[in-house]
């Protein structure tokens, strides 16, 4: 059971945006800064956002993140069926000392 | 091009050990935060351990007493010595650098924990 939580899955058409939310606590997102990735079928995890907000070059700009209070979201704009792929948070917990991740959210692009 | 290469991953029974190991290129692994992070199939990801720029370790409660990560500045390599495994450690197990988050992984390395 992880302390983040996310919706286990998410989905729409090409050209919709789909929100993906994250949820966690004061010992985690309240305080740290949250991550996010995507890890397309069979592939390795790919850096999407970092620092709640910030995209790595070569992440397109229909990607943005976002953070208030305890919660964060991953937007996918523009959706694409090159989007289907499982989506994760990440952040720093201080309680347990350690980096935690969501349990995912798989997004299908109908 | 930063490149992350994970090995030593295998077959092993429980109550056994293994050792994985990271070929880091392309940057210097003294010079960055590296973790482990892994996957069992069909699962989500799990932060394992990290090891920080001064040396500082850390390791999530399901493994604590029982991996060890370390790092060799010579080799630039990053290790994680697992010990007194279980069969809930059967998992692919990936390599990363961590500079704004968890920035660059490797493809893994797969452990099976089996009798």
């Known amino acids: 059971q992880s302390v983040l939580t996310q919706p286990p899955s998410a989905s729409g058409t090409p050209g919709q945006t789909v929100i993906i939310s994250c949820s966690g606590s004061s010992s985690n997102i309240g305080n740290y800064y949250v991550s996010w990735y995507q890890q397309l079928p069979g592939t390795a995890p790919k850096l999407l956002i970092h620092t709640n907000d910030q995209r790595p070059s070569g992440v397109p700009d229909r990607m943005s993140g976002s953070k208030s209070g305890t919660s964060a979201s991953l937007a996918i704009s523009g959706l694409r069926s090159e989007d289907e792929a499982d989506y994760y948070c990440a952040a720093w917990d201080a309680s347990l000392r350690g980096h935690v991740f969501g349990p995912g959210t798989k997004v299908t692009v109908l | 091009e930063v490149q992350v290469v994970e090995s030593g991953g295998g077959l092993v029974q429980p109550g056994g050990s293994l050792r994985l190991s990271c070929a880091a290129s392309g940057f210097t692994v003294s010079s960055s935060d590296m973790h482990w992070v892994r996957q069992a199939a069909g699962k989500g990801l799990e932060w394992v351990s990290g090891?920080?720029?001064?040396?500082?370790?850390v390791y999530a409660d399901s493994v604590k007493g029982r991996f060890t990560i370390s790092r060799e500045n010579v080799k630039n390599s990053l290790y994680l010595q697992m010990d007194s495994l279980r069969a809930g450690d059967t998992a692919l197990y990936y390599c990363?650098?961590?500079?704004?988050?968890?920035?660059?992984w490797g493809q893994g390395t797969l452990v099976t924990v089996s009798s």
């Open positions: 090891i920080g720029t001064s040396g500082s370790t």
């Open positions: 990363v650098r961590g500079e704004k988050g968890f920035d660059d």
